[in-house]
């Protein structure tokens, strides 16, 4: 089942997506992510740019570090999140898909006369995430290190690879809550390292299509930027203040804003529910306390793992307040006029190293 995805033709899912998001959990999944932005950034005040436009702090690190940042505009709102990894001589950015263009044209119209180039990769490069418990072992043996051993790559880390005569990037980094890979191939070479990760995996690789992949970050906690997160919602609301550093010297888009909304507080936090009942909250039904409105939900699904439904949305911190006081009626979702008792839960729903329970 194909589906219009940003421009891109994608598919919903290959079989089911309760298969799909089970063949994740306990094996291996294969996931085509050619629609992601991947931005080289390269030149001489290339590390510059990137430092004044992010939240985040890159002056730290090293040559195969990867580090996760937000793009903030100066309302302090998020313009994108994204996955910064440091090359030996260039910067390899990762962004939504839905904002490769918005993201490129801002980054351009900041450049300040510095002295870097962009160079955008998503057409004529591939990009294939192997994920799950086996994702490591199916996918190292096609590939070869020169550099450094595979047992010392460690989570968000990249290194280059050799896929028969082929360069690749390999990064242990993902979208889903599991160990595994990201692979950065040129475009021809990908067809070829798609068919051969499946074809030797056998029964423990199978391909996974967007449906299971939205399951999986769910469980996961991770949020989605035009769901959970976008430019209506700050980073501190969102659970994402980890990756601003208001502390670094370099003055970035949103700095001072972000500043007084740390001090404050924010509004609203993104919590996670379980749903008391069969039905699923979807994006955007309203979340209720009695008579009040105190939120809404911005992500939801049917869980293969946790087997309820679950959600992500947004509750009013005052709500939050009176309800860890024991002043306030526990939160309901309206599902198509019938509310739904929601339980909130710790994120992530799943995780290998799992929570308790609020």
């Not at 740019?49 to 090293?62: A, E, K």
Request: hydrophobic share 35%.
């Amino acid at each position: 089942m194909l589906i219009d995805f940003h421009g891109w033709e994608m598919p919903v899912r290959y079989t089911s997506i309760p298969e799909e998001h089970q063949q994740v959990r306990e094996r291996a999944g294969l996931f085509d992510l050619c629609h992601m932005g991947r931005l080289d950034i390269s030149g001489p005040q290339a590390e510059a740019w990137i430092q004044g436009l992010i939240t985040n702090d890159i002056l730290s690190m090293q040559p195969g570090d990867a580090r996760y940042t937000l793009f903030c505009n100066d309302s302090g709102t998020i313009l994108d999140d994204a996955i910064v990894y440091k090359l030996e001589e260039t910067f390899l950015l990762v962004v939504n898909a839905s904002n490769t263009g918005k993201i490129i044209d801002w980054m351009e119209s900041r450049r300040r006369g510095l002295e870097a180039e962009l160079t955008d990769l998503t057409r004529s490069d591939a990009m294939i995430a192997i994920q799950g418990p086996e994702a490591f072992a199916c996918a190292t043996h096609l590939l070869q290190t020169p550099e450094i051993a595979w047992d010392q790559l460690g989570y968000y880390q990249i290194t280059p690879a050799r896929y028969e005569s082929e360069p690749v990037l390999a990064a242990r980094t993902g979208y889903t809550g599991e160990d595994g890979l990201e692979l950065y191939i040129s475009a021809e070479a990908g067809e070829r390292l798609w068919r051969d990760l499946l074809e030797t995996g056998g029964k423990r690789t199978g391909p996974i299509g967007l449906g299971a992949r939205d399951t999986l970050r769910l469980e996961a906690g991770m949020p989605l930027y035009g769901n959970d997160i976008d430019e209506t919602t700050d980073p501190y609301c969102a659970g994402l203040g980890f990756a601003v550093k208001l502390d670094k010297e370099a003055p970035f888009p949103g700095k001072e804003r972000l500043r007084e909304i740390k001090e404050a507080g924010p509004g609203q936090k993104l919590c996670g529910f379980i749903v008391q009942s069969r039905r699923i909250a979807r994006s955007g039904m309203e979340i209720f306390s009695g008579a009040d409105r105190v939120g809404r939900i911005t992500s939801g699904a049917p869980s293969p793992t946790v087997q309820q439904p679950i959600a992500m949305g947004y509750l009013d911190c005052p709500y939050l307040e009176l309800l860890a006081d024991g002043q306030a009626p526990e939160p309901e979702v309206d599902v198509r006029g019938k509310r739904e008792k929601l339980k909130l839960e710790h994120l992530p729903f799943f995780s290998r190293k799992r929570k308790k329970t609020v």
